[in-house]
C-alpha cells in the first residue's frame, strides 16, 4: 500500500535507516531559519533512497533556530530554553514534513511532548507499524526531556525502532584525525571502532548519543548530507563518510 515499493530490495545495504539532520543545515548559506532550496534538496534525496523500499525515521535538530545552551545569555533559564529547543526542533520537522509530502512521500510526524493538533505522540509501535507502511517518520522535539540533544534521540529511537544504522548527515564528510577545517593535514576515517573514537578523543556526537550507540551494537555512518547522492550511495553499501562499529 501508500506507494511503498520492495522491488529494489536487492540494492540496499539497510532496509531500515535512522537519518539525523543538523539544524543548522537548513540554513543553507543562510545564518537562521529554514532554507526552501536545501530543504528541496534533502527532500528529493530522501525520496531516492525511499523509492528503493528502505523505511525511514527521521530526527532533525533545531540549532538554526534555538538551542538550550544560548538560553543562559538572554536571561531564559536552561530548562525552559531546552524546551525551546525541543519546539524548534518540532517547526524544522514540520517543514520537512511538508516538503516530503509535497514530494508525494507519506509521512508521519511523532512528538516527544504532547503537541496534539500538531502531530501524534512518539509511541513505539506505532512508529514501527508506520515504517511498515512505508510512511516516513520524522521525530519531533527530541525526547522530551530538557539536558539531552538531538543526537541522543536519534540514537535512542534508532534502538527502540530496530534501526540497523544511524546515518548522521553533516557538511564533514566523515570523521576525521583532526578538525579539518582547522588542520589541513586531519585524513579521514574509512572505518573506525567505538573504542578508538574514545581513544582518541574524536568528536562524532556527545557522549549519551555515542555510549547508546556502543552500548547497543548500532552502527553509526557519519557522512555529507549536502552532496547530491551521496545518502542513495551511502544506502546501495557503497563507502561513503565514516562507518563506525563495535570491531
Ligand atoms: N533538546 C532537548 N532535549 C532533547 C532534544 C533537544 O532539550 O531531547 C533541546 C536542546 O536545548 C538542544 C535543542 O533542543 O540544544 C536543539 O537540538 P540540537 O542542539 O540537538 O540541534 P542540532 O544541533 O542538531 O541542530
Same mark, same amino acid.
Given at each position: 500500500?501508500?506507494?511503498?515499493?520492495?522491488?529494489?530490495?536487492?540494492?540496499?545495504?539497510?532496509?531500515?535507516?535512522?537519518?539525523?539532520?543538523?539544524?543548522?543545515?537548513?540554513?543553507?548559506? =543562510?545564518? @537562521?531559519?529554514?532554507?526552501?532550496?536545501?530543504?528541496?534538496?534533502? $527532500?528529493? !534525496? +530522501?525520496?531516492?533512497?525511499?523509492? #528503493?523500499?528502505?523505511?525511514?525515521?527521521?530526527?532533525?535538530?533545531?540549532?538554526?533556530?534555538?538551542?538550550?545552551?544560548?538560553?543562559?545569555?538572554?536571561?531564559?533559564?536552561?530548562?525552559?530554553?531546552?524546551?525551546?529547543?525541543?519546539?524548534?526542533?518540532?517547526?524544522?520537522?514540520?517543514?520537512?514534513?511538508?516538503?516530503l509530502e509535497q514530494n508525494g512521500m507519506?509521512?508521519?510526524?511523532?512528538?516527544?511532548?504532547?503537541?496534539?493538533?500538531?502531530?501524534?505522540?512518539?509511541?513505539?509501535?506505532?512508529?514501527?507499524?508506520?515504517?511498515?507502511?512505508?510512511?516516513?517518520?520524522?521525530?519531533?522535539?527530541?525526547?522530551? =526531556?530538557? @539536558?539531552?540533544?538531538?543526537?541522543?534521540?536519534?540514537?535512542?529511537? $534508532?534502538? !527502540? +525502532?530496530?534501526?540497523?544504522?544511524? #546515518?548522521?548527515?553533516t557538511r564533514v564528510d566523515g570523521v576525521?584525525?583532526?578538525?579539518?577545517?582547522?588542520?589541513?593535514?586531519?585524513?579521514?576515517?574509512?572505518?573506525?571502532?567505538?573504542?578508538?573514537?574514545?581513544?582518541?578523543?574524536?568528536?562524532?556526537?556527545?557522549?549519551?548519543?555515542?555510549?547508546?550507540?556502543?552500548?547497543?551494537?548500532?552502527?553509526?555512518?557519519?557522512?555529507?548530507?549536502?552532496k547530491t547522492d551521496n545518502l542513495l550511495?551511502?544506502?546501495?553499501?557503497?563507502?561513503?563518510?565514516?562507518?563506525?562499529?563495535?570491531?
Open positions: 500500500m501508500i506507494g511503498h515499493q520492495l522491488k529494489n530490495y536487492s540494492k540496499m545495504k539497510y532496509k531500515r535507516i535512522l537519518l539525523k539532520l543538523s539544524g543548522e543545515a537548513l540554513m543553507g548559506d =543562510n545564518s @537562521y531559519g529554514i532554507d526552501s532550496k536545501r530543504l528541496q534538496e534533502y $527532500a528529493t !534525496e +530522501i525520496k531516492n533512497v525511499h523509492d #528503493l523500499g528502505v523505511e525511514i525515521a527521521i530526527v532533525i535538530g533545531g540549532g538554526n533556530i534555538f538551542r538550550g545552551v544560548q538560553a543562559g545569555k538572554v536571561g531564559i533559564d536552561r530548562v525552559q530554553g531546552d524546551y525551546m529547543g525541543m519546539l524548534a526542533t518540532l517547526i524544522n520537522a514540520m517543514a520537512l514534513q511538508s516538503s507519506y509521512t508521519r510526524l511523532m512528538s516527544g511532548i504532547k503537541v496534539e493538533s500538531v502531530c501524534e505522540p512518539f509511541i513505539r509501535r506505532r512508529a514501527i507499524r508506520h515504517l511498515e507502511k512505508g510512511r516516513i517518520v520524522i521525530f519531533g522535539a527530541g525526547i522530551g =526531556n530538557p @539536558y539531552f540533544t538531538t543526537d541522543s534521540t536519534a540514537s535512542l529511537r $534508532a534502538i !527502540e +525502532i530496530e534501526a540497523e544504522v544511524v #546515518l548522521k548527515g576525521y584525525t583532526a578538525d579539518p577545517e582547522k588542520d589541513k593535514n586531519a585524513t579521514r576515517y574509512a572505518n573506525i571502532t567505538f573504542q578508538e573514537v574514545y581513544e582518541k578523543n574524536l568528536n562524532v556526537m556527545d557522549m549519551t548519543a555515542f555510549t547508546l550507540c556502543q552500548e547497543n551494537n548500532l552502527p553509526i555512518i557519519v557522512f555529507d548530507m549536502n550511495h551511502l544506502i546501495q553499501g557503497n563507502e561513503v563518510g565514516t562507518l563506525i562499529t563495535s570491531n
